[in-house]
T-cell receptor, first 115, second 113 residues
Framework: GAGVSQSPRYKVAKRGQDVALRCDPISGHVSLFWYQQALGQGPEFLTYFQNEAQLDKSGLPSDRFFAERPEGSVSTLKIQRTQQEDSAVYLC?????????????FGPGTRLTVT | DAKTTQPPSMDCAEGRAANLPCNHSTISGNEYVYWYRQIHSQGPQYIIHGLKNNETNEMASLIITEDRKSSTLILPHATLRDTAVYYCIVRELTQGGSEKLVFGKGTKLTVNP
């Protein structure tokens, strides 16, 4: 079946621009996660949704980062006034349900480059 | 911070078993051990997870020690396509119901022909 998809796969933004990154989770998956992966590092947690509810946004690095999942399926990560340190791969993951026994399935990521 | 420690790199000959160790001495009784791998320029790929018992699937086997303080991921017949960074993760539950994965630096496995 279809996995997690993300778009665009690559995004180049000039410093100060706003960007929006989209995630289409696996159909029927309740939980959705966003991670940020800097070059050479492991992914770092940004935020978590259970259906449309954002239950944890503790990993968002600043108030320039905003995520939403209004209908409990597709999610968008928005970064306002991008800065060079925002350059990274942004990964989305979904899992069937909540609970530590359910694996997260990752999308291919969006590589953001801020120039 | 990640609750696991892994060697930064390992090598394995093609066709041989790859045994990747992981220490998680502070793991709690209800926390799962997960393994993911990441091939260059791709998202992390789920491999296997376990709580107490050893687990096996079509990709790998997971051996967890009786005290649960360490585990080993076994790829029985490594191929060149298994070259990747392998992450051992203790699945953390946090207040409010979040279930984030906390990635460490992982082990860079290189399978050599």
């Amino acid at each position: 079946g279809a996995g997690v998809s993300q778009s665009p796969r690559y995004k180049v933004a000039k410093r100060g621009q706003d960007v929006a990154l989209r995630c289409d989770p696996i159909s029927g998956h309740v939980s959705l996660f966003w991670y940020q992966q800097a070059l050479g590092q492991g992914p770092e947690f940004l935020t978590y949704f259970q259906n449309e509810a954002q239950l944890d946004k503790s990993g968002l690095p600043s108030d320039r980062f905003f995520a939403e999942r209004p209908e409990g399926s597709v999610s968008t990560l928005k970064i306002q006034r991008t800065q060079q340190e925002d350059s990274a791969v942004y990964l989305c993951a979904s899992s069937l349900w909540s609970g530590s026994s359910y694996e997260q399935y990752f999308g291919p990521g969006t590589r953001l480059t801020v120039t | 911070d990640a609750k696991t420690t892994q060697p930064p790199s390992m090598d394995c000959a093609e066709g041989r078993a790859a045994n990747l160790p992981c220490n998680h001495s502070t793991i709690s009784g209800n926390e799962y051990v997960y393994w993911y791998r990441q091939i260059h320029s791709q998202g992390p790929q789920y491999i296997i997870h376990g709580l107490k018992n050893n687990e096996t699937n079509e990709m790998a086997s997971l051996i967890i020690t009786e005290d649960r303080k360490s585990s080993t991921l076994i790829l029985p017949h490594a191929t060149l396509r298994d070259t990747a960074v392998y992450y051992c993760i203790v699945r953390e539950l946090t207040q409010g119901g979040s279930e984030k994965l906390v990635f460490g630096k992982g082990t860079k496995l290189t399978v050599n022909p």
